[in-house]
Nanobody, 123 residues
Framework: AQLVESGGGSVHTGDSLRLSCAAS????????MGWFRQPPGKEREFVAA???????YYGDSVKGRFTISRDNAKNTAYLQMNSLKPEDTAVYYC??????????????????WGQGTQVVVSS
């Protein structure tokens, strides 16, 4: 697998989790690494993305609570999730690709995808 996520789990409202995404082979050279999530019964939605140079983008529902970061030397991206809410419950997917600025929020533009990691937030 070219992208491997880890760090999901079950937590309570207000807790924190950190997701990791390790890239290998072709995905490790991608200019953009991102996170998407798919809540139960809903479509996949954009969470956050980071360019190789460090510029970041966030979905409106996670701004101020989630932080994306990237260690280029380790080919790994992270998603620090704080103040978790039940509505954050979803399968979280890591994605990577050479994505232009205007397309970072569109899942269709990412070439590489991880297998997903489950996050459950209970009240």
């Amino acid at each position: 697998a070219q992208l491997v996520e880890s760090g999901g789990g079950s937590v309570h409202t207000g807790d924190s989790l950190r997701l990791s995404c390790a890239a290998s082979e072709g995905s490790s050279s991608a200019t953009v690494m991102g996170w998407f999530r798919q809540p139960p019964g809903k479509e996949r939605e954009f969470v956050a993305a980071i360019r190789r140079g460090g510029f970041t983008y966030y979905g409106d529902s996670v701004k101020g609570r989630f932080t994306i970061s990237r260690d280029n030397a380790k080919n790994t991206a992270y998603l620090q999730m704080n103040s978790l809410k039940p509505e954050d419950t979803a399968v979280y997917y890591c994605a990577a690709g050479n994505v232009i600025l205007s397309e970072v929020r569109r899942s269709q533009t990412y070439r590489y995808w991880g297998q997903g990691t489950q996050v459950v937030v209970s009240s």
